[in-house]
């Protein structure tokens, strides 16, 4: 990380929760049914300087140490917390069924590793992505949009227009919603056909194609895929990318979950149940993988609590 | 079905030692245990000659139980439905009886007896059961009753290769198939009338067989060898792939001196290519995938048994965890593994939820098309584990695991009544799991009955726990137990680094009495004070005083494989040639390997055979007792054959390598009976 990067500060908590698997669910799609999605390009030319406004979902706070921390507007309590203290974290307000990301703390996940490379020339405004995952009952959403900071006047201005990415629930409605999409980019190329050897099939081009995971209502997560890539995401949304080479690739890790549960004890009538928050972990494991009998490319994913509930509570719906 | 020719049987085994008197007195196989207990009757089913005269075929056909689901792949456990109720058939290895359990009520109907210990069961298409009996080299064939509460009777045994112990039918149901443990081959038997079609080679401990979903080729797996056997079942001939098994460890890294060592060392074993290989182990079970078709499912171990050209500290270089589960996955159009199946990333310990205790001792698998889910018993930690069946790595994909009482040795699924039943042969109970019930429900437990004198009871029940216990600090640090490297009580084919230089794992089953001192070294003058050392170097805590006696009970007291050895016609006069050429003073065999019966003098010697990382030149002399299946062979594993052993060697061990090609193979074909 530059030193200029350094400027931009976002807080990570990762607990990791004592391990007691609970419960189970899995999902098997054909690779084909999760979206193809096109992320949009990371944005060049950046301005010298960007007048301080109010029209912005970022916030901007210079800190203590001559450095600044962006927020979401719609970023997670208990982040903002960290990261503001308790002071602060009136000013900010959070949405139900959204969750966001600032900056780099998904700068592992290929697809979006550039975020915060482009810069004015005296690296006082930069270009900062958010990633706001939006979560309705009928489907959901990953929004990408990128933005100038300047970390001088703590100005910020859109950089380029919103773009919407459509998600796939690929995990079971009983369990914890984990969303995917999925990228393509040309592959290597491939032998043209005049080239081939007799009897040798000539194969098509392909293309690299890679699904990302999307949870979210996380305090982070950490992820390794087969190819030895390791993925960690320090805020409200965890990204994890799978590889997929020569039609197989896996990713595992586990996210620490924020939930909302529920007293199970019996209650006087008309006793709302007492409800408090609650952090579990995780275990997510997911994989595409394609024999010679599969027409496509399958999408697996499982998932598994590591950690028990409190007695006598229970999760509310998720 | 032929009548048995004249034969000597072998085998040492204290628990074999009665069935085997009355098999020499010329009588026919009889049940060697009164009936269970527990308000079931026991009545004989026992193959006599008689009824082998008779044939196989259905007295009775139409009438009785038939199989649940078209499974065709034998299992401990075996489904079949009458009406409206489902009984699972139990084989039960320590009373050599078959319970019937009627899944409904819960409640044990009645127990078969059978001719001899049962390894696995395989309802036909027309009802007939098959019970596979590891300790007769027989199929025996049972008919069941129209009244699923009677006993079922006994229609023939079929003579197969030694110690059968897994059975699989074709998709056409045309061919019952039977693999032989000990005496590696698979025998074809024909679907209707059980005659035998064909017997062919296999290489060291196969066990489960699956066949393919067109029936062209089985599949089969290997306890040891760090394969999968693909034999075609089709071409006449049946040719036989093997399809590699070991895995890539992207956190090991060696010297390029120790890879090329590995390497040689490995030489010929399929997965011989280089340092950051694993070596497949512990591969006793197969399962197919349904849904998605295509896929299967060989549940093992992967082993890295250290850098040969150091001396470590224990069993392996302790930088990584010895002994890996894996699950690996084969693509069944291609015979392939899929890679990402048998990969284990750098650093992925970090980024898997901590483990509960491995699956390092698996035996037994099955799958649930509805679920996609991958079902796997587990030794040692007495679970039963579910994985997610589409993942391209299983072993990372667990969704649920239930405990269950020890030694869960067999699972079925019953798919219609969705639930899976697994079988404890240790504590002897079935149990029965809700597969669409809550993630916390616990599996509902039948106690079956036993005889009241079990061929393992006491203390050797305690000791085949304790043996087989994984995940036991007491035992070891990282996990493992003695049946990691000693599977079954025998070996695992592999040479470890130890801190006394390369050390090949030997056999212990039927090996251990009168053949003091042990260690290659001859460092241990009892079993007890080994046990305690090799305890000690995994890094365990220790056991108590008694728990120690009881490992060394069980161990000294393990079931054997019953071999039979011609006593007339070409293979008879071949071997008594070799055992000529062996006490012959040209071969000097006998000097050392004392044709006591022990095969050893106790004492140590220098062989010229010192390896780099040897301290030590002195060798203890090793028992030649079931020789024949243990290669490969010396301290360091050097030979991959015992051929390779009399050919290779430079003479200071007896002298072999000038032998006549005849003299050569009378002596190859007289150790194999030892």
Known sequence: MSAAARRFAIAASLTLGVVVQTTVASAAPSLADVPLASLPPVPTSAPKSVPKGNDSPLRVFPSANGTVIVVHKDAGGSQQAQQLGGNERAKLSTTPGISACVGWSQQS???????????????????????VLEERPDGASLLVSDFWVDAKTTGVAVASPTVTIPLRRVSAPSDAAIYAFRTEKAASPVPAADTAKPGEAVKSPDKEQSVVLVAGSVQGGNFQGSSGRTMSSQCDIAFAEIDVKDGAGTVQGQVNKMLVIEETRPRAPDTPPSTMPFQRSLQISASVSQTSRDPSPLFSISTRWLTDLPAQFKMQKL | MSPMSPTRFTGISSRTGIALLVVLSGSALVGCGKAGTGGTAAKPAVPTQARVSQGCARQNPGVGAVRVDDARVGG?????????RTVAYVADEDDSVLHTVDLGSGRELVTTQLG???SQILVAKDGRVLVALRDKNQVQVLEPAANVELPLSNRCAIDVATEPVALAATPDDGAVLVTSGWGRALTGLDGDTLSKKYQIPLAREPRQIVVSDDGSKAFIAHVVGSRVSAVDLVTPEHPVRTVDMSGQDDGIFRNRRSAAKVASLLKGAPGGKGSQQRMGCQSFTLAKSIDPPGRIFAPQVLVDPGDLEQQSSGYGDGRRPAEVASIGVIDEGKAEPM????????NEAQHRGAAKGECLLPRASATDAKGKSLY?????????????AVSADPRVAEKRRWNVPAGPTGVAIDAQGRRAVVWSQFDQVVSVIALDGEPTAKPTLLALSRKARSATDGDIALGRKLFHAASDDRISADGRACASCHPDGRDDSLTWATPEGPRNTPMLAGRLTQTAPYGWNGESDEVKTHLTHTFSRLQGRGLEAREVDAVVSFVTTMRT????VPEAGPEANKIARGKVVFESAETQCATCHHADGSWVDGEKHDVGTRAAADPNNQFDTPTLRFVGGTAPYFHDGRYRSLRDLLVGHDGKMGATKQLSPVDMESLEAYMRTL
């Open chain 1, 109 to 131: 996940v290929a697809a979006f590793r550039q975020t915060l490379l482009y810069m004015n020339k005296d690296q006082s405004v930069m270009a900062v992505r958010t990633e």
């Open chain 2, 76 to 84: 401990a456990v075996a489904l079949a439905r009458l009406g409206d």
């Open chain 2, 116 to 118: 001899g210990a049962p």
């Open chain 2, 339 to 346: 890679p990402a199946s048998l990969h284990i990333a750098a």
């Open chain 2, 376 to 388: 796997v018993t587990c030794l040692g930690i007495d679970a039963v584990v579910e994985y997610d």
């Open chain 2, 561 to 564: 494989p019953v071999t039979y």
